[in-house]
Each structure stands twice: as structure tokens, then as C-alpha cells.
């Protein structure tokens, strides 16, 4: 199977486990021990990964990868995400629910109708997704992807609506708050992805 042309993120590989190349694996799909049902996973440089075995073990799984025969194997790994292509996700997805690979390269509004850039990517850096924006001169900046920060996404008129005072993209006169740090937001607040794979969780 080749390379995914449209890759979604579905787990990102952790620490070895053990001395059989079994991994530490942190999964982005509904049912964790799924995490092979959607076919080969393939790394950011085409390398591919056939899950062998899989079992749970508190916030993560254990994965023992068919490619993978060792220890030192699997040290070489830690870090490495995994991905499939956009087609091998289902489409039956419930209301408010998408695909992040389907949000990048939107154009990012205002509630005005005002460009402010377009997505770039998402991020999760343990507190719930970020959207990353790109403002294009003005470099780019990070909302959290919630219902306050991002309350429309038109998927056919290709753009998403942001709230720029809910994103933190407003100077508000309190030198704590940072614009576009996500600190005050509740991660919790709008789920945003589909609950099987690639997006929020």
C-alpha cells in the first residue's frame, strides 16, 4: 500500500516496553485497541507499520509492530507518529464531529467576514487540540479549538469562524493573558473531532 496523500494522525509511538520490540504507543482513535483496524500505519518518511499484536496498559496500548524485532528497534522509534490516509476513515460522522486533514488550509474568518489567515495544522500538547493558524506575514498563532474560540465550520464554503476575543486574539489590558496561548480555555468545552480517529478525542 503506498504512502497516505492525505494523512491523518492516528497514534504517535512512546518508549519501548520490554525487550521483544513492544512499544508504548499513545492512540488518537475512540476504541485505543483499534488502532490496527484501519490497515497500515506509515511514518512521516514512508515507512510502514503493520500491527501485530496489540493490548491496553493504563493511558496507553502496547503495540508489537510486525517490522519491529527488537529492543533496539524499538528505541529508534520513540517519537515517530503514525499515520493513515484520509480514505481509509469512515464518513459517517456524527454532528459537530471532523477530520482535521478536512480543516487544513481552510480560510480562517472573523465573525465579520475578515480574513485572518488559514488553518495550518493541529496540535495537542496534553491540555486538548490547538488550531494553528497561519496569518501568512504575520507569522502564525495558536487558538484552542473549542466552541467559544472557532463557533462555525463550513466545510463546503471552505473557511471556519473565529471568535477573536474567545481566541485569545484580542489584547484584553491583563498582561497575564497571552494572545493565543490557551491557557483559559476548557479543552472539554467542545469536542471537535470524530470520536473513531483524527480528531479531537
Do not use: C, W
Amino acid at each position: 500500500m503506498p504512502r497516505p496523500v492525505n494523512p491523518v494522525q492516528m497514534a504517535v509511538i512512546g518508549a519501548p516496553h520490554g525487550i521483544r520490540g513492544e512499544l508504548r504507543v499513545k492512540t488518537y482513535t475512540g476504541d485505543p485497541l483499534a488502532l490496527g483496524d484501519y490497515g497500515p500505519l506509515f511514518a512521516e518518511d514512508g515507512r510502514q507499520f503493520d500491527v501485530a499484536d496489540i493490548r491496553p496498559a493504563k493511558n496507553v496500548v502496547v503495540v508489537r509492530f510486525r517490522q519491529v524485532a527488537d529492543r533496539d528497534a524499538a528505541e529508534a522509534l520513540s517519537g515517530t507518529a503514525l499515520f493513515v490516509d484520509r480514505s481509509q476513515l469512515p464518513d459517517d460522522l456524527e454532528e459537530e464531529e471532523f477530520y482535521h486533514a478536512d480543516l487544513i488550509g481552510l480560510a480562517v474568518r472573523d465573525g465579520d467576514g475578515a480574513m485572518l489567515g488559514r488553518v495550518a495544522a493541529f496540535h495537542d500538547f496534553g491540555g486538548g487540540d490547538i488550531m494553528e493558524i497561519d496569518r501568512g506575514a504575520g507569522g502564525t498563532v495558536l487558538i484552542p479549538f473549542t466552541r467559544a474560540a472557532v463557533p462555525e465550520i463550513d466545510l463546503e464554503g471552505g473557511s471556519v469562524t473565529v471568535d477573536p476575543e474567545a481566541a485569545g486574539l484580542v489584547e484584553t489590558g491583563d498582561e497575564d493573558d497571552m494572545p493565543g496561548d490557551g491557557r483559559d480555555f476548557d479543552p472539554k468545552s467542545r469536542p471537535r473531532g470524530p470520536s473513531d480517529a483524527g480528531g479531537n478525542r
